[in-house]
Structures are given as structure tokens and as C-alpha cells.
């Protein structure tokens, strides 16, 4: 994967989705309102964005990612990653996923924070907890959620 930015609007979403790639890897998706002018539109990850899409719901699973955050947010969004397509989970349920505490409001207040400060929506599905907010804007998470229980 050659490193810079690509966009590209997806009709499906409503909504622009931009990449950083660095080192053949994704280090970044971001939803901007529109294609900025020195993103290039053609990238290999569109295309699974594109698959998954249709209908193939593992499409996203084959992106190499690159995420580099603190160790308790590396727990829940990697344990966020075995949420597979069509199911969700609650914060509680994902702490005890991260090998946290479900009880406690700490753990779920880091939850919480890990998915607000998700560095890639839609790669890491935090459209998938129910109960929070994640980085993905609220009516694509809801058209994702749609389009998964299809």
C-alpha cells in the first residue's frame, strides 16, 4: 500500500470515507464532509469497504491495521474486533471482552473513551456497541448496524 491520504465518497453511507496509510498499513479513517483536493480516490481498502458493502461481511477483516494507542484502549478495541457482523455488545459486555471489570465505572468509562477516540471506525466496529458512542458518526453507525442485520 502506497502511504498517503485517500477518500472517496460511498452513496451507501452518505458520507465520505478518508484513510492514512503509512507502511502498507491503515493508521487512520476519518469521515470528512467532503473529498479533500489532495486525497487520491483509488485505493485497495476501498474495494473491501466496496465488498463489504454487498454483502461480504468479512470484506474488512483481510486490512492490515496499524494501531498505536494506549494499552487499556488496545484492549477494548482489539476485543472489539471479535464482534463479528450482526451482533452487538454492550459496554459492560465489552469490558468483560477486555478482560476488565463489567461492574465497575472506571472500566466502562475507559470503554467508553476507547471507542470515542477509535482511530478506525468502521476497521474496528465500534458501530457494534449499542449503548455508546463511538468514533463513527451516529447515522452511518446506524446504517451499518442496518446493513449488517440484513
Known amino acids: 500500500m502506497t502511504p498517503g491520504i485517500y477518500a472517496r465518497r460511498f452513496d451507501e453511507l452518505g458520507t465520505v470515507i ?6 502498507g498499513q491503515v493508521i487512520d479513517v476519518s469521515f470528512p464532509d467532503a ?3 489532495d486525497a487520491a480516490t483509488d485505493h485497495e ?3 473491501l469497504i466496496d465488498d463489504y458493502l454487498e454483502g461480504d461481511r468479512l470484506a474488512l477483516t ?6 498505536t ?4 484502549h488496545r484492549q477494548v478495541l482489539s476485543a472489539l474486533q471479535n464482534v463479528s457482523a450482526g451482533n452487538t455488545v454492550t459496554v459492560s459486555r465489552l469490558a ?4 476488565m471489570d463489567e461492574d465497575s465505572e472506571e ?6 473513551d476507547a471507542l470515542q477516540a477509535n482511530p478506525m471506525p468502521l476497521l474496528i466496529p465500534d ?3 449499542r449503548d455508546a458512542q463511538g468514533a463513527t458518526p451516529p447515522d452511518v453507525a446506524a446504517t451499518l448496524r442496518e446493513l449488517e442485520n440484513d
Open 127 to 129: 458501530h457494534r456497541v
Open 35 to 37: 473529498v479533500p483536493a
Open 62 to 67: 483481510e486490512v492490515e491495521i496499524a494501531l
Open 45 to 47: 481498502v476501498f474495494t
Open 18 to 23: 478518508q484513510l492514512g496509510i503509512a507502511s
Open 107 to 112: 472500566d466502562q468509562a475507559t470503554v467508553r
Open 96 to 99: 468483560r471482552l477486555a478482560g
Open 69 to 72: 494507542v494506549p494499552t487499556d
